[in-house]
């Protein structure tokens, strides 16, 4: 079942594809917005919109994703586990997809000790496998969770995210293959600077052939400093700078000349990622950097980006 949406149909003519991350304002400013998604425009297939990120509260993801197709751009609507039980995810898939998304990422959400409301109250009704498996069913069978039938169709490009630098490594891609087996049409992965690792877990997808059965999209995350990856290398866990990449950051100094040196570092994975077997895109995750997007799809090659048609109807 077709989406309309211009993601999946740039993945699905073979095009190597191109995402951003927008963060949302803390609050209600939609001027953030607006400077965001100027900065965006043109540099990406699709806008991921995060959803309370890193457990931190900020403008909703549906309302910003709404805002992007108000604009003509295509979001991905993030969507986590944390804060809703079945009911309130179902409800707000329905208004997101009555505004016009056609593009959600299922993730489980950081858990909120870490965020701004460390004694709220989490839910985790659902894990991410069971919501990719509740959208693939109100996407393909037209029910929800309970049964009942959906008054109107729910056309989705279903995307879940995908770690290869957790331990253990043996279980990150069985992890992968649970999530294709859901339902996923897309994956987006972790931030990569471990290069070695990403491509070991490369090849065991498509070992497996799940590289044949969902895309791909490989994470990019642009350093701004040495101390940026020092940074996470002490306090964000599931990810490794390795030593030389830190060393050439540090060389570069720091300020302008630091950002500078990262974007280039930043291009210089895209293109080495786009000869990886397996790999249909990448995912720029430029935390409140947005502005870094468009110089490094730019240094790597990848602009223009593609035109496609849009889905007329009755396709």
């Known amino acids: 079942m077709k989406s309309g949406s211009k993601l999946e149909r740039i993945l699905e003519s073979g095009q190597f594809a191109v995402t951003a991350e927008l963060g949302p304002p803390k609050g209600p400013d939609r001027s953030v917005i607006d400077r965001k998604k100027e900065l965006l425009a043109g540099a990406a297939d699709a806008i991921n919109v995060t959803d309370n990120q890193t457990a931190i509260v900020r403008l909703s993801s549906a309302a910003t994703c709404a805002m992007l197709c108000q604009s003509g751009l295509e979001p991905v609507m993030q969507m986590t586990c944390r804060d809703r039980n079945r009911l309130a995810i179902q409800a707000d898939l329905f208004g997101a997809v009555a505004m016009g998304v056609r593009n959600l990422l299922c993730l489980t959400g950081d858990h909120q000790v870490f965020g701004n409301h460390p004694t709220a109250k989490n839910v985790y009704d659902l894990d991410s496998i069971q919501l990719i498996a509740m959208a693939k069913r109100l996407r393909d069978e037209g029910l929800t969770l309970s049964g009942e039938e959906v008054e109107g169709r729910m056309p989705l490009f279903i995307g879940g995210a995908a770690n290869p630098f957790g331990d253990p490594f043996e279980f990150r891609v069985i992890r992968l293959a649970k999530k294709v087996a859901a339902g996923c049409d897309f994956i987006q992965t972790q ?118 048609e849009d889905e007329k109807p009755g396709d």
């Open 191 to 308: 931030c990569i600077f471990d290069m070695a690792r990403f491509k070991e877990w490369m090849k065991r997808v498509v070992d497996m052939g799940l590289h044949e059965k969902v895309h791909i999209l490989a994470g990019i995350m642009p350093l701004a400093s040495a101390g940026a990856a020092r940074y996470i290398n002490s306090n964000v866990p599931g990810i490794y700078v390795p030593d030389p990449l830190i060393k050439r950051m540090s060389a570069a100094g720091r300020g302008r000349a630091a950002r500078e040196e990262g974007i280039k570092l930043a291009a210089e994975m895209i293109q080495e990622l786009r000869e990886v077997e397996g790999v249909h895109g990448v995912h720029i995750m430029a935390v409140e950097w947005e502005a870094a997007i468009r110089p490094i799809v730019e240094m790597a090659g990848l602009l223009p980006r593609p035109i496609v």
